[in-house]
């Protein structure tokens, strides 16, 4: 687009290593998206909370498509993560993203309250701590711990962990054996 700078990210990373991503977009840059592809095409569709008008329309679609929509939930403003979490049949949070949402303190708690609100199948992560899972329509929490590693960088660990989550999903895994596999 003309004139339009591109995204930018600022990542800070404190000694232990967390870390926050602020990012900044030209307000053309988050419009709805000038071409919607047929969703029917695909086997799942994965977003996150950062072009919030393109993933409700891809959320959408994949549920009008009847294909899993997944919901990959981190920071951002509840009124945003409201909208989209109430599109998708799997939410995968963060525990930050699910206490923004939820105002819940714990993993668990935050599941619950989102299962509680949501039609979706909920996956809270907590780094180290492993995850907890919820599958839609299940009254039962589960704790998948996470492996013992020596985590050096921990950049994109999500990302990769969002996808492996749902090729498990498409290829019939149940989601507390999905979120073992993408761990």
């Known amino acids: 687009l003309d004139g339009v700078m591109t995204a930018g990210s600022s990542i800070l990373v404190e000694e232990r290593g967390e870390r926050m991503v602020v990012p900044r977009y030209d307000e053309p840059l988050l419009a709805a998206p000038s071409v919607i592809p047929n969703f029917e095409d695909f086997a799942a ?32 403003r509840k009124p945003v993560l409201e909208h989209l979490a109430g599109r998708a049949d799997h939410i995968v949070a963060s525990l930050a993203g699910a206490r923004t949402l939820t105002g819940g303190t714990g993993p668990a708690d935050c599941v619950e309250a989102l299962a509680a609100t949501y039609a979706a199948t909920v996956v809270v992560t907590d780094g180290g ?15 998948v711990p996470a492996f013992a590693v020596n985590a050096v960088v921990t950049n994109s660990a999500g990302d990769v962990s969002h996808g492996a989550y749902v090729v498990a999903i498409v290829e019939g895994m149940e989601p507390a054996e999905a979120v073992r596999f993408a761990s």
């Open 45 to 76: 569709v994965l977003v996150d909370v950062r072009w919030p008008t393109a993933a409700a329309a891809a959320l959408d679609g994949a549920r009008e498509a009847g294909i899993p929509a997944v919901l990959d939930l981190d920071v951002g």
């Open 129 to 143: 701590n492993g995850a907890w899972v919820r599958p839609t329509g299940d009254d039962k929490t589960v704790h």
